[in-house]
Structure formats: structure tokens, C-alpha cells
């Protein structure tokens, strides 16, 4: 796929516009308390929270926080900055910035379909349709696939099917 599923750290649009931040150095750079609310995983793994700090010289009040509370936090003001996925719908929800991985610490986490070989020797036609997909979906299209699905409650399987004729790869 052309998106990647990667992790990322996003701030409030306001926050971005008042301290003019674009990229993690940037939000390393600020002079001030920075109050962070980050998932359990993403603070202790040496690829979350603790290698960044290494990365990037953060100094952040880190918080955990459950993932269903953390978007919630942000967009109550009650931190700066959370941790996500670049193709969490609650990017587009709650109109967050996603900061520029600038020093590329993040490793890739690229989407792919995964299934077994067995499932796809019995069923070839399944390979040929999802190979018709590569490099089709952005991180963009499929943040806001999961927006439609997960914030406005549309059925996954219509979401799918509008992509695809957008895309010209079916037909009504």
C-alpha cells in the first residue's frame, strides 16, 4: 500500500499555530512545559516514547493514558500532545496536527494485506484483486476511511465501495 501505519505524535491545531510547530524538533525546541498523554505501549517500547526522547532531547510531562482517552484529552486541553497512528480517524476528528518525524526515528510500518498462503492458493482471485490496490491508498485516504467508518458510523463495506469507484476500480 502506499500509506504507512506508523506511529506519529500530534498536537492541537491552535497549539501548532501558536508556537509555530511543524516537526518533532520544533516541538523539542520549545522553552515551556509540554504536557503529553501517550497509550501504554507507546511510552515504555524502546521505539515509543523512550527512544524519541533519546532521538530528539524531549523533555515532556508524559502521561499514560489509555488510547480511547487519550484524543479526548488533547481535545479538552488537557495535554499538548499525544501519540498515534498516522491513520487514526481522530487526526481528522478533532482537527490535529500531525507533527513531521524529521530525524525519520519512527520505523516504517507499511500497510499490506496479510493472509495465508494456503487461503491464497485456494483462492488466487483474492491475490489479483488486492494487487490491484497497491499504491492506491494514502495515509491521507485511509485516515479519512477510518474517519467515516469510526466517527460518522458508516458501514465499513460502503466506505470500501465508494473508494473503489473513486478510484475507477469497479463499477456501479
Do not use: C, W
Not at 510531562?61 to 479526548?72: G, T, V
Not at 497512528?85 to 500531525?98: G, K, M, N, P, S
Amino acid at each position: 500500500m502506499a500509506y504507512q501505519n506508523g506511529y506519529d505524535l500530534a498536537i492541537s491545531a491552535a497549539f501548532a499555530k501558536r508556537y509555530n510547530l511543524k516537526t518533532i524538533s520544533d516541538l523539542a525546541a520549545l522553552q515551556q512545559p509540554i504536557t503529553a498523554g501517550f497509550d501504554p505501549d507507546f511510552y515504555h517500547q524502546p521505539d515509543g516514547y523512550p527512544g524519541l526522547k533519546k532521538a530528539y532531547g524531549l523533555q515532556l510531562d508524559a502521561k499514560i493514558m489509555e488510547p480511547s482517552i487519550r484524543y479526548k484529552a488533547i481535545a479538552d486541553g488537557k495535554v499538548d500532545v499525544v501519540d498515534g497512528y498516522t491513520t487514526d480517524a481522530e487526526v481528522a476528528r478533532y482537527h490535529l496536527v500531525v507533527l513531521e518525524d524529521d530525524r525519520q526515528f519512527f520505523p516504517p510500518y507499511q500497510g499490506a494485506p496479510v493472509m495465508k498462503t494456503a487461503f491464497l492458493k485456494a483462492h488466487p482471485e483474492v491475490g489479483q484483486s488486492l494487487a490491484k490496490l497497491a499504491g492506491k491508498i494514502t495515509a491521507s485516504e485511509m485516515q479519512q476511511m477510518n474517519y467515516q467508518v469510526q466517527v460518522k458510523h458508516q458501514k465499513a463495506s460502503d466506505v470500501a465501495h465508494q473508494f473503489l469507484l473513486k478510484k475507477g476500480l469497479i463499477q456501479k
